[in-house]
């Protein structure tokens, strides 16, 4: 079953980039919210107690901060 990934993320931020880079190498489809545009996902984020960026949404799983070290996304991406 294909999962949903979607990346929240703001301009010109490089983790963001580097949180996209990484999803694109391990060959997974994602959607991209801007926190800074649409405030729906902003509204989302900000419930779960995320503050900053990027964030990760997986089948509405949120993932922050040391959750998104490679080795930890891994696991949740490939479950």
Do not use: H, Q
């Not at 993320?9 to 545009?37: A, Q």
Request: charged fraction near 35%; aromatic fraction near 6%.
């Amino acid at each position: 079953m294909e999962k949903e990934i979607i990346v929240y993320s703001t301009p010109l931020c490089v983790p963001c980039e580097n949180l996209k880079k990484f999803l694109r190498e391990e060959g997974l489809e994602f959607k991209v919210k801007d926190i800074m545009m649409d405030s729906e996902a902003a509204e989302l984020l900000e419930e779960k107690g995320v503050r900053s960026a990027p964030a990760l949404g997986i089948n509405g799983k949120i993932l922050f901060g040391v959750d998104l070290k490679p080795e930890n996304l891994r696991k949740e991406l490939y479950l």
